[in-house]
Each structure stands twice: as C-alpha cells, then as structure tokens.
C-alpha cells in the first residue's frame, strides 16, 4: 500500500555484478563485528573497559560486549563528523569505544545515586556503572539517522531502524542536516543496541532511567552526575583525536561555573525569555548584538541554576556579572563594565530605557538556529550611572547585598575572602563526620520567637498534605506564585529528584525523632533564592524574603511547637571532634514530605528544652 505514496525512481541499469558494485567509488561492504571490533587498537579499548568493571568476563558479554557489538554493525565505517574530530572511516566507532572509557574511568570517582544510603548505592552500583557506558556509547547515535544519507548499492535507502546493513553501501552528509537534531533522533535506535533485559533492568531504578534518558535526549543539563560524566568523556575523546590533550580535558572542573552559566543562558533563551517582542520582552537581538535585560536575565538565570541542585551559584547579581565577563561571554562597554544602557523602539513606536547586558550571537546559537532579528532599534545611551544601574520591566530589587551567610547558600564562584575575613557556617551542617572548625552561632533573634497570633494566620488556608504544584494552584502570567503550599509542594518535588539532599553534611532537610526537620533560615532563603519575586512580596511588609516564605510555612500549622510555643526546635550535631547545633522546624507529620520516611540521622539528636 505505501507503494502508492511514493515517488517512482527512474530505471536504473542493472550493475554486471555483485563485485564492481563493491568496487565503485565510495561503496563499502557491511563487516560483522567480530571484524569491525579486531583491529589491535579497538581490543584495548576493549580489555580496558572490562576492567573498569567488576564482571566476570560472561557478565561483560551480556551486559557490555553484546550491545558494544550490535552498536558496531549499527554503525560500520561511518565517521563521527564530516569535518571535525573523528572524521575518518570507522571513526564514530572509534569515538564510541573512546567516550565509553573515559566515563567509566570518571565513573570510579562517584557514588551514585548521590545521597542514597551506603546500602543502597552499593545495590545499584553496577546498574549506575553500566547506564553510564550505554549513555556514553548512545550519545551520538542519532547522528547517522538524520545526518546521512545512505544509499545501498541496488539504489534502496537505508535507515538504521531497518538494522544493521546486509548490502554494500555508500553514504554522504545531508546539506540539510539540522544541527543537534541527532540527540533527539536517539531515541529511535537506542532499542536497537540496548535488549529487552537490559531495558527492563535500567527501567526498575526511576533516578538512573530518569537521567539516561535526558542523556539519551541531548538534555545533559537535566541529566545530573550522568551526564557530567558523558560530557567531560566526550571532551576527552574529541581533544584526543584532535591532537590535545585529554587529560587536561578531564581534568576541567567539574562544576565548572562559566560553562554552567552559558548552558544555563542557552536554556532559558530557548525555553523561557522572551524575544524581540513589540514591548514586555527579557531581550532583543540584532545583527550585531544579543541584549538582555540585566536585572532579569540574571534573577533567571540564578534561579534556573539553584532549581537543578548546581553549587556554587552567587547569591547576587553584581557577581554573576563579573563571572560572565571575566570568561570573555558578556562584551564590554567602552569603560569595561558589564551594564549597558540603551534605548528600545520597536517598529510601532514603543520606546523605553533599559539596562542591558550585550552578548555576542554565536556565544548562544549556531548557523541557522538563530532567530530572526528585532525589527526596531536599539540605540546605546551614554550614560555614567549605566554601569551600576539595573532598570527592568518589573519593580527592581532594593540594593543588592549577599543574603545572610547560613553556610548552605553557595559563595560566589572564582572569589576568595579577602585577608582576616571569616566565612561563617551558620545553621548549616558543613560537616557532620568532619566539622568544621567555626565556632557556633546564635540563632537568628526572630526564628526564636514564637508564631505570629492574632487574625492574620487564619488569611492563609491549611493544607496539611501538599501535593505536587497543579493546575488549580493561583498563577499569574503563567506562573504559579510562591506560597506556603508551594513551598511544600517544593520541598516534595526538590527531595524526591535530589535536588535537596537530605541528612548528608551540607543538607538543609533532616530525618529526626521520626519525622522531619528543616533547618532555619537555610531552607527558605533556598526557595527565595529559585523564586526571586518573592523580594517584591518581601519589600511590601518590609521583611527579608526567605522570612516572607517562613511566614508563609508557618501559617500552613504543619510544623510541632515546644511547650512553651517556640516554633523553632534546637538539634546538636555530634562529629568525631566536636559537636555543634542547629535551629529549625520539626514536622508533626513526616508524609507531609515523604511517601517512605528516611531512617532517622544518626548524628543529629533533638534538644528538648524545659517549657
């Protein structure tokens, strides 16, 4: 029946026989892959990834050797790229068995799941060791679904979820070819490496097949540790066949905070800034220039990256700023500051004054991918309160300062304290087998204090047992608006995805005299600091934004109170050297948080205090 759709071919002659095909210009034959796996160079990649297992050698045959075959005689002579690294024939091979290396040495360096119990990751081990080889080896399969056209020697296309070849074969790269499109065509053939067994034993662990599959995607930024280890695998592999050196390549950091910051910008300008619109927009590019609004952009932008549990983000703007323009991804203004001042018109006659920041196109987009340029105008303002001025469409920010040092909000990336200053712990457990060695600190004076009384707790419903953020939830533009109940529905949501880690040493969420405990103000300056519109709501009752968000718990009544009416609970921290204390809320219900309730936190003992 599809016969009946398709184009018909012009006649061609018949070849004189099955070899001068073989032998035409640019036609290979299939090899099996006990041929294509041979070479001497190939058996040592081989030999070395065994042995960055804990298999015997019949467990490798099943679990690596078996899809390392199918993905051979899936991927025969083809080159990883038509120009760049591993160029040649055979090289996406090459690439393949290189990449799967790399991880797994990388791979030796993690436990995984991160934050799972001792237990736990010992069970899952080799589970996590083998999604890491297949997320490796899978990365850049899709490339010879959507970048080549292969053309059998009878004149018949081949697609690879037709299998493996069968005939002789030539290809070339498509001209049309969209770039990156190949991480999304994975998903067509990765069944084709990976067997039904496999498949059903990776599905059986929801974390692990969670982050393969964004690797398998191309979302590597969703993917956590796995995709980490794919990432810098793949840097190394790619600068060793260009002639660098790829143990500089593993060595890079690996929270490298300028590239997290540029992968974060791409993500948001594809997912959630608006572009050249004819008034409310987070930026408009031109020919020469992508500008975005500086205040809002960064907000985002911090807030995007507190959101996938990244470290090391910095708690204000002015230093995300000089982060961007110390690694060259924000240009300069003539006086070498990072914030423009400009004046936006649009083709209709709308204008008005921003502050910018200006960053070059390709820093963000490749070839055609780029969007079409603004239509109106964006003309530079030479002004001296440029540099320190942060306008925006929305309601600015007082002046920016560092949150209170807790010890849980990240230091600013790439500084160092200046001479005789000391950063404080706080009400974090920075260490609870290795403290440090900072002297305690009183808790914050209002965190001791008891609930607010009086009509204004009853503004605020009871929800006793949150659940994930759904449609009913009150949104503005969109957006669901921060609240009690979706501080909650937060907490579920960053705890279950290991976004928050729980009883580990620089947790903010603890399992304690069997429920849970939050530490104070750690907890909620992390959720202002994912929501940064809270600052607005904060301003207007002329309090701090995370205790905008405890007024807002506390008025839920999911929290247990002392017997003298203190909200606020004191645990100590028992370590090898030393102990310590924190300050926080006990819940009178731990299913507020967990379906399954952690075991208890060996090191942490609730102190009960005479009412």
């Excluded at 709308?350 to 055609?368: C, D, K, M, Q, S």
């Excluded at 440029?386 to 007082?398: F, I, V």
């Excluded at 010890?407 to 706080?426: E, F, H």
């Excluded at 940064?532 to 002329?542: C, D």
Aim: net charge negative; with cysteine.
């Amino acid at each position: 029946m599809f016969a009946l759709f398709q184009r018909k071919r012009p006649v061609q002659a018949a070849p004189t026989a099955p070899a001068t095909a073989t032998k035409a210009k640019g036609v290979m034959r299939p090899e099996t892959a006990a041929s294509l796996l041979s070479t001497a160079r190939r058996q040592k990649l081989l030999e070395h990834i065994w042995q960055r297992t804990s298999l015997s050698r019949q467990q490798f045959a099943v679990l690596y050797l078996g899809p390392l075959e199918r993905y051979a005689e899936l991927v025969q002579q083809f080159p990883a790229s038509e120009s760049h690294h591993h160029a040649y024939p055979g090289g996406l091979l090459d690439h393949g068995l290189e990449i799967v290396a790399y991880a797994l040495k990388l791979r030796q360096s993690h436990l995984l799941p991160a934050g799972a119990t001792p237990e736990d990751q010992a069970a899952q081990a080799e589970a996590w060791t083998a999604a890491t080889a297949y997320a490796a080896l899978l990365h850049d399969i899709g490339k010879i679904a959507v970048d080549l056209h292969v053309e059998m020697s009878d004149g018949s296309l081949w697609h690879p979820w037709h299998g493996p070849l069968q005939h002789p074969y030539r290809f070339r790269y498509r001209k049309d070819r969209a770039y990156r499109l190949h991480n999304a065509a994975s998903g067509l053939l990765y069944n084709r490496v990976l067997d039904r067994e496999i498949l059903d034993w990776l599905s059986s662990y929801p974390e692990l097949w969670t982050a393969l599959l964004y690797v398998l995607a191309g979302q590597h930024e969703h993917a956590g540790v796995l995709g980490e280890l794919v990432t810098k695998a793949d840097r190394a592999s790619v600068a060793q066949e260009l002639g660098g050196d790829p143990a500089k390549a593993l060595a890079a950091p690996k929270h490298a905070l300028q590239r997290k910051l540029l992968e974060g910008l791409r993500y948001l300008l594809k997912e959630e800034l608006k572009l050249n619109q004819p008034q409310a927009s987070d930026g408009w590019l031109t020919q020469d220039a992508l500008w975005l609004v500086s205040k809002t952009v960064s907000d985002k932008l911090r807030a995007h990256l507190l959101s996938q549990g990244i470290e090391g983000i910095p708690a204000n703007n002015t230093a995300v700023f000089n982060i961007l323009q110390d690694h060259g991804m924000l240009q300069a203004t003539p006086d070498d500051k990072a914030i423009w001042k400009a004046v936006v018109t649009s083709d209709a006659g709308w204008t008005h004054t921003f502050t910018l920041l200006r960053l070059a196109p390709a820093l963000i987009w490749e070839g055609n991918e780029r969007p079409p340029a603004f239509e109106g105008t964006v003309e530079v303002v030479q002004d001296d309160t440029a540099a320190t001025a942060e306008a925006s469409p929305t309601p600015p920010d007082a002046a920016e300062q560092p949150l209170p040092s807790t010890g849980t909000v990240p230091a600013p990336a790439l500084s160092t304290p200046a001479p005789g200053r000391q950063i404080s712990s706080g009400d974090s457990v920075d260490a609870l087998l290795d403290l440090l060695g900072t002297p305690d600190s009183a808790p914050p004076a209002s965190v001791n204090e008891p609930a607010e009384t009086g009509s204004g707790l009853e503004q605020e419903p009871v929800l006793p047992s949150p659940a994930a953020p759904s449609a009913t939830d009150e949104k503005k533009d969109g957006q669901v608006l921060p609240s009690g109940e979706h501080f909650i529905a937060w907490l579920r949501q960053h705890i279950s995805t290991r976004k928050l880690i729980i009883n580990d040493a620089k947790a903010l969420v603890h399992t304690v005299a069997d429920t849970v405990y939050l530490v104070s103000p750690g907890i909620f300056q992390r959720y202002a600091q994912e929501h940064p519109n809270i600052a607005f709501l904060a301003r207007q009752e002329q309090i701090a934004d995370w205790q905008w968000v405890q007024k807002r718990f506390e008025r839920l009544g999911l929290h247990r109170k002392q017997d003298s009416g203190l909200n606020i609970w004191t645990c100590e921290v028992t370590g090898p050297r030393k102990s310590r204390r924190l300050h926080g809320y006990l819940l009178e219900d731990p299913k507020a948080i967990f379906v399954d309730v952690p075991p208890n936190n060996p090191y942490l003992t609730v102190v009960f205090q005479p009412g």
